[in-house]
């Protein structure tokens, strides 16, 4: 199965609003990193987590090593923030390479 | 300091062609990935270098897909010979050190092969 599960797969949002993306791991991840990909295909750097939480603006993600997930929470939704949301954590097995969830399609609408 | 830097941005290639695609850490970056990304897949690691070094070189693309780095800022992926199922794009990322370090992602290069 997946190493790395995100959901929802798809989310639309009303601008203004907010909202909660997930990404739940059965390995043990240590960090996690937040991709956002927007129209134009560019992954863009979002949060690089250790445990805990970090914010940045209208964005805030936890992460929770002990129970194997992170969140992505989303205040006050714009347009901008429409695109592909991305987590990936290290695999091990000797190479420790970068293991992607299959990404949150995120739409906001006016 | 620069990013990511892959060229071309996009590729058009016959099948049966023969096609480099480029790639250029940022400074100082130790480890390189080559992802391939359709909508079906998702994004697939393709090979994966350490201070130049080969760690992973993706199983299911071994026979056509070979990246190689031979200097600690430049990366090619060639593909060899290419198939109309290879249209994708082609993603390089580079970090200081992953798992302790943050990834960074390149802008892509789009490959559509006729």
């Known amino acids: 199965g997946d190493k790395v599960k995100q959901s929802p797969s798809a989310l639309s949002l009303q601008e203004g609003t907010n909202s909660a993306l997930r990404c739940n791991f059965s390995?043990?991840?240590?960090?996690v990193q937040w991709f956002l990909q927007n129209p134009r295909g560019s992954l863009i750097n979002l949060f690089y987590?250790?445990?805990g939480t970090k914010e940045n603006g209208r964005l805030k993600s936890t992460f929770n090593s002990k129970e194997s997930y992170s969140t992505l929470h989303i205040r006050d939704a714009q347009l901008e923030d429409s695109g592909t949301y991305f987590c990936?954590?290290?695999?091990?097995?000797?190479?420790?390479?970068?293991?992607f969830g299959k990404g949150t399609s995120l739409v906001v609408h006016p | 300091d620069a990013g990511v830097t892959q060229t071309p941005r996009h590729e058009v290639a016959e099948k049966g062609q023969t096609i480099i695609l480029k790639c250029e850490p940022v400074?100082?970056?130790?480890?390189l990935f080559w992802y391939r990304q359709t909508k079906i897949q998702g994004l697939e690691l393709l090979s994966y270098?350490?201070?130049?070094?080969?760690?992973?070189d993706g199983g299911a693309f071994k026979d056509r897909f070979k990246a190689e780095m031979l200097n600690s800022s430049f990366s090619t992926l060639k593909i060899q010979p290419t198939e109309p199922k290879d249209s994708a794009v082609y993603l390089c990322?580079?970090?200081?050190?992953?798992?302790?370090?943050?990834?960074?992602f390149g802008s892509g290069t789009r490959l559509t092969v006729l």
């Open positions: 990322a580079s970090s200081l050190d992953w798992g302790a370090e943050t990834l960074y």
């Open positions: 390995i043990a991840a240590t960090t």
């Open positions: 987590l250790v445990p």
């Open positions: 990936a954590a290290p695999t091990s097995g000797g190479n420790y390479k970068p293991t």
């Open positions: 400074s100082g970056h130790n480890d």
């Open positions: 270098f350490r201070s130049k070094s080969l760690m992973e």
